[in-house]
């Protein structure tokens, strides 16, 4: 059994796991549920303890936790040496030191852990919310740690009003070290679980796949541009290109994908473009994807580090997207380019590539116009005109059978730009054309107050891309020729009454919430572009805007300097405080007096009265004995008589213009005048 003397006060216990459950909160919605019980487990045993009904578990049993922890950890997430199942870990041996809390040294080593885990709360996300829930875990554990200082400090005011006054003083410290410590790189660019994509376009494309997609407005993109902005009808933002097919799925295949033997430019300037003419430039910012792919227009290129560029016109990252990610982009419109050579034998067999079964009279149509001899214009002119003549455009499409091309194109004749683009290329492939399905999105609202496109999941679009001789690859939109609103003023205007039309909660359909929506993105981009954008670059422009060229000196002086100074005024506290018992005000004054008499020559005796003191000046020094006789008097009206007059002509007695003006050099006339 433990001691009463070694449990922990009550209000110290309270405070512990409200400090946790703080900090485990987030955690709890994005690890494994049983680890949310876990925690449960080890606090009910803990009160357990304090209740006198079970002892602190043994070895065994300690033993035994950590295995099925351990196993708990590798059964649901396979690999131990990842950034979830690492956070996983640390949220567990946090949770489960309530199991040896004994004394308060056990609770300052839990409630400082407890700062570890509530930083893990900015591993996935950064935004607002996010922030003020983590000012508020540091101000709950900084309560729980003034509340172990005594049965006093843990009242739940006098905690948190310490937590309070702490952080506001460490504030302008933290400002200062955001502003100008080195940035380092994030700990979290360790590997995370990368077989389900957050959010976003995936590597291939199904039917159904874009439907889901249109059910979401959770933002994707902003899109700010450094000069002219695109129309709406050129605001293709390519992100994957699919150039297999198996018959009911797309997908990237093999010398596409990056990841399957697709090159990239890694370097800029490894893949000519011109450096002049005209072009956009803009800056993305994406939303966490858990993918490399990245989102530009045509012919894009990028020169931030760790970003390439493919043979296909897109770009890509290094590393998947784990969390908000900024990227400069300059995109040359494709007729300004020159024309490119001819498809390799290798493009050609990918991008003409059918399964060898299926879909027949598709391919029996597409073989009577190739027999006419018609050129790839004029096929794909007879396709967008059969599309434009009785399909409908619809996000509530009928199910298809095996045939989904032949179905769609001559039965059923109802789709969204998936049917239309995947059926396309398929008709195009057959007519011995090269062909391709590009993913991505389409649009975007713009958003004037901060002047930036916001892309949002419902723009997620599907297009294709023939390759003309001469000519490059062109893009060719299908779905254009069925509802070119979709195009020109976005998903919502194309579907209708169908948009978001499964929504548990239609507030896009509510006027003023749509624009306080809006409002709220605005204030995320701010925060975004001033906060968490602040790089490494960025930190270097802003520090040489205010100090100029940044020599490793000023550095050192920069960094330096406020830590002096800080050091400098802890000192100074630490100095001042232990002076000893507080004086009183009346007292500190006189105090002064006393110093001043002493540089003199008439130090005061230890245990002498203000009375003898007086007398004793008046001794020693003649001139002053009126001045000290004056002191002594308005000192001891002060002091004692609680005469706030008294106070105030000890104030003025003890002033140094008078000092200088009554003491030293006045005259016995002067000093008569004076009244003393």
């Known amino acids: 059994m433990v001691g009463n003397k070694d449990l922990l006060p009550r209000e110290s216990l309270l405070w512990i796991f409200a400090a946790q459950f703080v900090a485990l909160l987030p955690q709890f919605t994005m690890l494994p549920l049983w680890v949310a019980f876990a925690w449960a487990f080890a606090v009910y045993w803990r009160l357990e303890v304090f209740r006198g009904r079970r002892d602190l578990p043994g070895r065994t049993l300690k033993l035994t936790v950590i295995v099925l922890t351990v196993a708990g950890l590798a059964l649901s997430y396979r690999r131990l040496f990842a950034l979830e199942p690492m956070i996983a870990l640390l949220a567990l041996s946090f949770a ?36 003020l829930y983590g000012l508020l875990s540091v101000l709950v554990i900084t309560a729980a740690l003034a509340a172990q200082l005594g049965h006093f400090s843990a009242r739940p005011r006098k905690a948190l009003g310490l937590s309070v006054r702490l952080v506001a003083q460490a504030t302008p410290l933290m400002v200062l070290l955001f502003l100008v410590m080195p940035r380092l790189g994030p700990l979290w660019s360790v590997p995370q679980n990368t077989s389900v994509g957050r959010t976003g376009v995936s590597d291939s494309m199904a039917p159904g796949d874009f439907t889901e997609l249109s059910k979401s407005s959770k933002p994707t993109l902003r899109i700010s541009f450094d000069g002219p902005v695109p129309p709406p009808e050129q605001r293709y933002w390519r992100g994957l290109v699919y150039s297999e097919f198996d018959g009911r799925t797309w997908r990237q295949g093999y010398g596409v994908d990056p990841r399957n033997g697709g090159r990239v430019f890694w370097r800029s300037g490894e893949q000519v473009l011109p450096q002049v003419g005209p072009r956009y430039r803009y800056q993305i910012i994406q939303e966490a994807s858990r993918s490399p792919w990245l989102f530009a227009m045509a012919q894009p290129a990028s020169e931030n580090p760790g970003v390439g560029e493919t043979t296909d016109d897109r770009l890509v990252k290094r590393t998947p997207v784990f969390n908000r990610f900024a990227y400069q982009v300059s995109s040359w419109p494709r007729e300004t380019l020159p024309a490119p050579a001819a498809l390799s034998n290798a493009e050609r067999r ?9 879909n027949n009279r598709t391919r029996q149509w597409m073989a009577s116009l190739r027999d006419q001899g018609l050129s790839a214009e004029a096929v794909s002119s007879q396709l967008l005109s059969h599309f434009n003549s009785t399909f409908t455009y619809t996000l509530k499409p009928p199910a298809m059978g095996a045939d989904t091309v032949d179905e769609f194109l001559f039965d059923t004749q109802q789709g969204f730009c998936e049917h239309f683009a995947g059926s396309y290329v398929f008709a195009m492939r057959a007519a011995g054309i090269p062909a391709r399905v590009v993913a991505g999105y389409q649009g975007g609202e713009w958003v004037s107050g901060e002047e930036y496109l916001l892309v949002r999941e419902y723009d997620a679009h599907a297009w294709a891309e023939i390759w003309l001789d001469g000519q490059g690859w062109q893009r060719v939109d299908p779905t254009a020729a069925v509802a070119p609103e979709r195009v020109r003023d976005g998903l919502e205007s194309a579907a209708g009454d169908e948009f978001m039309q499964d929504s548990l909660f239609p507030l896009h359909r509510i006027g003023i919430l749509t624009q306080l929506r809006l409002q709220w993105d605005m204030i995320n981009y701010r925060w975004y572009q001033t906060v968490v954008s602040f790089d490494a670059d960025r930190q270097k422009n802003f520090l040489q805007r205010l100090f100029g060229d940044l020599s490793p000196t000023r550095m050192a002086l920069l960094l330096g ?4 100074v800080l050091l400098l005024g802890i000192s100074l506290w630490a100095a001042r405080s232990a002076g000893g018992p507080k004086l009183a005000p009346a007292e500190k004054l006189y105090q002064r007096f006393c110093r001043r008499m002493a540089r003199n020559g008439v130090q005061r005796h230890s245990g002498e009265t203000a009375g003898d003191y007086a007398r004793r000046i008046a001794e020693e020094k003649p001139e002053m004995s009126g001045y000290a006789a004056a002191v002594t008097e308005a000192f001891e009206s002060a002091a004692y008589g609680g005469d706030d007059s008294g106070m105030r002509k000890l104030r003025k007695l003890l002033n140094w213009y008078f000092w200088l003006r009554h003491s030293a050099n006045m005259t016995p006339q002067k000093r008569e005048l004076a009244g003393y």
């Open 561 to 564: 300097a406020p830590i002096l």
């Open 96 to 131: 489960l030191k309530n199991l040896e809390l004994v004394s308060r040294r056990d609770a300052f080593v839990s409630l400082l852990l407890a700062y570890f885990v509530a930083a893990t709360l900015f591993v996935q996300e950064q935004t607002i919310p996010y922030a």
């Open 350 to 358: 990918r991008n003409l590539q059918l399964p060898s079964y299926g």
